[in-house]
């Protein structure tokens, strides 16, 4: 199984500071024959599901603010929240969807400071 | 509107069975593989398991393997998951999710969940 570590556990940023959340994988997710990373970020608000963020890594879902952006390829990967406001708060996930299981990291809880 | 509602869920006993469902609306059911993802209290998010669109293929993390069996009806526009010697471990919410892309690029859409608790 592809191991996801998601660093840190925890992060505290002021309100119209940049967060960064980092995402590695135990192997490769990027997938050869398409050039593409299977990976994704989810954000998740106390008592809701998970709200999908970005796919293949840097693809932002429809809707989703332009202040969230992801990058990274093959094992290493970055989510970042160039202005944090305080609708930001939650729990992020990264997960690889590049093999079954398909694992998530163990979560990255964002505050303000 | 794609709509993911589960149910089925509730206390039962170590070793006792659930089934839970998933009822579909507002896209085309039969054509998405479907899968099962749960979180126990203050944890994570750990997949499951998937179905293949007609039913012929299933698979499932480690964990559930041999205990749980999920299935689907398209006639019904309904997912399941049968859970059979269940264990205090198995205590999450359960969700049911999808992608709607053609290749796996994450799940865009997530019902509310159905909380199963395993408890004497």
């Known amino acids: 199984d592809i191991v996801m570590t998601q660093s840190p556990d925890s992060l505290a940023v002021s309100l119209g500071e940049r967060a960064t959340i980092n995402c590695k994988s135990s192997?490769?997710?990027?997938?050869?024959?398409?050039?593409?990373?299977?990976l994704a970020w989810y954000q998740q608000k106390p008592g809701q599901p998970p709200k999908l963020l970005i796919s293949w890594a840097s693809t932002r879902q429809s809707g989703v603010p332009d202040r969230f952006s992801g990058s990274g390829s093959g094992t290493d990967f970055t989510l970042t929240i160039s202005s944090l406001q305080a609708e930001d708060v939650a729990l992020y996930y990264c997960q690889q969807c590049y093999s079954t299981p398909y694992t998530f990291g163990q979560g990255t809880k964002l505050e303000i400071k | 509107e794609v709509q993911l509602v589960e149910s089925g869920g509730g206390l039962v006993q170590p070793g006792g069975s659930l089934r839970l469902s998933c009822a579909a609306s507002?896209?085309?059911?039969?054509?998405?593989?479907m899968h099962w993802v749960r979180q126990a209290p203050g944890k994570g998010l750990v997949w499951v398991s998937r179905i293949s669109t007609d039913g012929s293929s299933s698979i499932y993390a480690d964990s559930v393997k041999g205990r749980f069996t999920i299935s689907r009806d398209n006639a019904k526009n309904t997912l399941y998951l049968q859970m059979n010697s269940l264990r205090a471990e198995d205590t999450a919410l359960y969700y049911c999710?999808?992608?709607?892309?053609?290749?796996?690029?994450?799940?865009?859409?997530w019902g509310q969940g159905t909380l199963v608790t395993v408890s004497s």
């Open positions: 999710s999808l992608y709607t892309s053609s290749l796996p690029a994450g799940f865009d859409y």
């Open positions: 507002g896209f085309t059911f039969s054509r998405y593989w």
């Open positions: 192997q490769s997710v990027l997938y050869s024959s398409n050039n593409k990373n299977y």
